[in-house]
Nanobody
């Protein structure tokens, strides 16, 4: 069974930065495509970004492109989400996700990911 544990959330002013981490345990980290989704109060969960198993490919939602960066460290079984130039609309619970067998055209679909972390709250004040 795969376990994902996020950390790094918090309260930050608009324009600030945060780095989220997600540690993966239970199976071979390099076997998983890793993604981040977020859910704001009263809204549906939405795709943020994804990184391929090798780390060679990434994909971002238009709303975060140029501000957020996803990366992974195989030695630490960890995926990161560096968030810069944060905006109040980035406020949400951020979830780390993993999938071992997922097509690229499914990368932004939450139902394609069987493994989820518990989420970490990010609040951006104006």
């Amino acid at each position: 069974q795969v376990q994902l544990v996020e950390s790094g959330g918090g309260l930050v002013q608009a324009g600030g930065s945060l780095r989220l981490s997600c540690v993966v345990s239970g199976r071979t980290f390099s076997s998983y495509t890793m993604g981040w989704f977020r859910q704001a109060p009263g809204k549906e969960r939405e795709f943020v970004t994804v990184i391929s198993r090798s780390g060679g490919s990434t994909y971002y939602a238009d709303s975060v492109k140029g501000r957020f960066t996803i990366s992974r460290d195989t030695a630490k079984n960890t995926v990161y989400l560096q968030m810069n130039s944060l905006k109040p609309e980035d406020t949400a619970v951020y979830y780390c996700t993993a999938a071992s067998d997922i097509s690229t055209f499914m990368w932004s679909r939450s139902h394609a990911y069987p493994y989820w972390g518990q989420g970490t709250q990010v609040t951006v004040s104006s």
